[in-house]
């Protein structure tokens, strides 16, 4: 859910609190429980922010009966979110019908209100200029190895998608026999090299020749 929901999002402050923190110790590739939620709101310094402390943070994980759901929980905390901005954009724009300036630009300022809400409300247009610097240095630390993907282990896959990265889907196609299972296969073995888990379905081959491709 991270790339679904933004801490804004959440209208309780200490939801806030709690789901940045979650953030942060998910970027390090670590796995959110009750402990190490609470190590990171310390360093944080803002357990004491909470109603009643580390409590709250049992208090939240003991209402979630699974975390399966939690694609469900983040579509309601996103739907009450966008309602309340509907409302704030709903009360500026009844000002601006009110207001004696002129028509056209209370309708563009009324359908930019719209329209923010409509693609999200966080994402800010830039100038691609200004984000060009970030992203050379982003390409350069993936060059070096440095970056959040993990990599195939396939100098010539690496050097055309510089890594498998977070928050990403990626579809591997081609014709039977051309080396897909070999390649997803190396990128566990890669994967499992940077300390990252992998779960492999497959719906062709067993689980001895797996074993054996691996090998």
Not at 16 to 29: F, I, P, S, W
Not at 156 to 170: E, F, L, M, R, T
Not at 178 to 199: C, D, F, I, M, Q
């Amino acid at each position: 859910v991270a790339s679904a929901v933004e801490p804004p999002a959440f209208f309780v402050w200490a939801h806030r609190l709690v789901y940045e923190a979650m953030l942060a110790v998910h970027a390090r590739r670590e796995e959110v429980d009750p402990v190490g939620l609470a190590v990171e709101l310390a360093q944080r310094q803002s357990t004491a922010k909470l109603p009643t402390g580390e409590r709250f943070i049992l208090d939240l994980a003991s209402a979630v009966p699974t975390a399966e759901a939690a694609g469900h929980y983040a579509g309601i905390v996103r739907g009450y979110h966008t309602r309340r901005r509907l409302a704030v954009a709903g009360d500026a724009i009844r000002d601006l019908a009110r207001n004696e300036g002129s028509v056209a630009e209370a309708l563009a300022s009324a359908q930019k209100a719209v329209f923010d809400i409509a693609i999200g409300g966080h994402r800010k247009l830039a100038r691609l200029g200004d984000t060009m610097d970030a992203a050379l240095s982003a390409i350069e630390q993936n060059g070096r190895g440095e970056g959040p993907g993990v990599k195939t282990g396939l100098d010539c896959v690496d050097s055309q998608i510089g890594a498998w990265y977070p928050a990403k889907q990626y579809i591997v196609s081609g014709q039977t026999g051309h080396g897909k299972t070999s390649l997803l296969l190396r990128a566990v073995l890669e994967a499992g090299r940077a300390g990252v888990p992998s779960l492999v379905f497959s719906r062709e081959m067993e689980e001895q020749e797996l074993r054996e491709r691996l090998l």
